[in-house]
Nanobody, 129 residues
Framework: QVQVEESGGGLVQAGGSLRLSCTAS????????WGWFRQTPGKEREGVSC????????YYADSVKGRFAASRDNAKNTLYLQMNSLKTEDTAMYYC??????????????????????WGQGTQVTVSS
């Protein structure tokens, strides 16, 4: 059974930084592109970033481009999201999931791999003004 666990969220002032981590088990981590998603109450979950499987190329939603940086450590089955210059609109619950073999063309429309059914609890990021 695939399990993911997100961590690293917290309360930070606008302009600050956080580093999120996502540890996965129950699957072969390096066979997948991996995505970070975020969700606010009353809104659908949307893709924030995707890191490719083989090239480690990264793709971002326009709203976070230039501020967020995704990385992965296949040896540790861990995905990271470095979040800099945080804005109040970045406040959300953040989740990770395997995206598939490749990253999608439009990051915000990213969906998890069809076999992924168990979202983690997420990690809350709150940015104050």
């Amino acid at each position: 059974q695939v399990q993911v666990e997100e961590s690293g969220g917290g309360l930070v002032q606008a302009g600050g930084s956080l580093r999120l981590s996502c540890t996965a088990s129950g699957l072969t981590f390096d066979r997948y592109a991996w995505g970070w998603f975020r969700q606010t109450p009353g809104k659908e979950r949307e893709g924030v970033s995707c890191i490719a499987r083989l090239t480690n190329n990264t793709y971002y939603a326009d709203s976070v481009k230039g501020r967020f940086a995704a990385s992965r450590d296949n040896a540790k089955n861990t995905l990271y999201l470095q979040m800099n210059s945080l804005k109040t609109e970045d406040t959300a619950m953040y989740y990770c999931a395997p995206s598939g073999a490749v990253c999608p063309r439009i990051t915000t429309k990213m969906t998890p791999h069809p076999t992924f059914t168990s979202w983690g609890q997420g990690t809350q990021v709150t940015v104050s003004s």
